[in-house]
């Protein structure tokens, strides 16, 4: 289940509890899981296996990433802010994923510095929402398709052309169906264990598959402005995030608020980092904390 499908099942039990009786009556009971994909199995095979051969070649050149060394427990650290100037053609800019994943990465540079990891590129993975615009889709699955970003640290110097530049390396991969392939290949995890996708991108030194997790969840549903007979005041997601590399930064907005979430295995930041990466995130997209 991906964050927009848990966001839909806590609608369905929340319109349950409202309508205890006849909760669909008026209306078909919505789609819990998506539609079967007709292709034919060698298809999709084909396409499977392009996604592995494109994962592969993108994690050839070397990545780093700080690693805790050990197994410890997750942290993480939410906070809340509002637009300096709502509405504005500043606001709609950093709104963009690809301005975002910038800003994180400049944070996530200051990092590196400190660590003293050298200036090789980030690798990270985009999570692609495949569900149609407006639609609430399935709850239960995957509805998630992966682009793989890289960019070198010393690249968010420049957080236009950074931008502009990740942009374009998502238009490429749509134009070469990578994007269609990581979708056929991610409905093959349900046969296949997860271990398949930790052998198709190589491990980077240290042992590590990717530099940082980044994600924007996007709006939490109007529907829920109300749970469970209670006002929601604000609502945010913190996902997982794998023991390596150990760090996530997810964004999504609610009632008005705009929350940041850093998630963590304890040893991979400091509280210092924690609180750079906020700062520095906050700064650039020019918000305000809320009271």
Request: hydrophobic content about 40%.
């Given at each position: 289940?991906?964050?927009?499908?848990?966001q839909?099942l806590?609608?369905?039990?929340s319109h349950?509890?409202?309508?205890?009786?006849?909760?669909?009556?008026?209306?078909g009971?919505?789609?819990f899981?998506?539609?079967p994909?007709?292709?034919?199995?060698?298809?999709?095979?084909?396409?499977?296996r392009?996604s592995l051969?494109?994962?592969?070649?993108?994690?050839?050149?070397?990545?780093?990433?700080?690693?805790?060394?050990?197994a410890?427990?997750?942290r993480?650290?939410?906070?809340?802010f509002?637009?300096?100037?709502?509405?504005?053609c500043?606001?709609?800019?950093?709104r963009d994923i690809?301005?975002?994943l910038?800003?994180?990465?400049?944070?996530?540079?200051?990092?590196?510095?400190?660590?003293g990891l050298?200036d090789?590129?980030?690798?990270?993975?985009?999570?692609?929402?495949l569900r149609p615009?407006?639609?609430p889709?399935?709850?239960?699955g995957?509805?998630l398709?992966?682009?793989?970003?890289?960019?070198?640290?010393?690249?968010?110097?420049?957080?236009?052309?950074?931008?502009?530049a990740l942009?374009?390396?998502?238009?490429?991969a749509v134009?070469?169906?990578?994007?269609?392939?990581?979708?056929?290949?991610?409905s093959f995890?349900?046969y296949?264990p997860?271990?398949?996708?930790?052998?198709?991108?190589?491990?980077i030194?240290?042992?590590d598959?990717?530099?940082?997790?980044?994600a924007?969840?996007?709006d939490?549903p109007a529907?829920l402005?109300?749970?469970?007979g209670?006002?929601?005041v604000?609502?945010?997601?913190v996902?997982?995030?794998p023991?390596r590399?150990?760090?996530?930064?997810?964004?999504?907005?609610?009632?008005?608020?705009?929350?940041?979430?850093?998630?963590?295995i304890?040893g991979?930041?400091?509280?210092?980092?924690?609180?750079?990466?906020?700062e520095?995130?906050?700064?650039e997209?020019?918000?305000?904390?809320?009271?």
């Open positions: 289940m991906d964050p927009r499908g848990a839909n806590l609608h369905h039990l349950l509890d409202d309508h205890p009786d006849d909760a669909y009556a008026d209306a009971v919505p789609a899981t998506s539609s994909d007709t292709r034919p199995f060698r298809e999709r095979g084909r396409l499977a392009k051969a494109y994962m592969r070649s993108v994690s050839r050149a070397p990545s780093v990433a700080p690693r805790a060394g050990r410890a427990p997750v993480f650290r939410q906070e809340s509002v637009e300096r100037h709502p509405g504005t500043r606001d709609r800019t950093t690809w301005w975002r910038a800003v994180v990465g400049k944070a996530m540079r200051e990092v590196w510095v400190q660590r050298p090789l590129p980030f690798l990270l993975p985009i999570a692609l929402d615009n407006g639609e889709g399935p709850s239960l995957n509805m398709a992966f682009h793989f970003a890289r960019f070198r640290p010393s690249d968010t110097a420049d957080l236009p052309r950074l931008a502009s942009r374009n390396q998502m238009a490429d134009r070469q169906g990578q994007i269609e392939a990581n979708e056929v290949a991610m995890l349900q296949r997860l271990a398949m996708i930790r052998r198709a991108v190589r491990s030194p240290g042992g598959a990717f530099s940082f997790n980044c924007d969840v996007a939490f529907g402005a109300r749970c469970f209670r006002r929601v604000n609502a945010y997601h996902p997982a995030v023991p590399p150990g760090i996530g930064i997810f964004f999504n907005r609610c009632a008005g608020r705009i929350n940041l979430v850093v998630a963590w304890d991979v930041l400091t509280d210092h980092d924690v609180t750079r990466t906020v520095i995130v906050r700064e997209l020019g918000w305000l904390r809320t009271p």
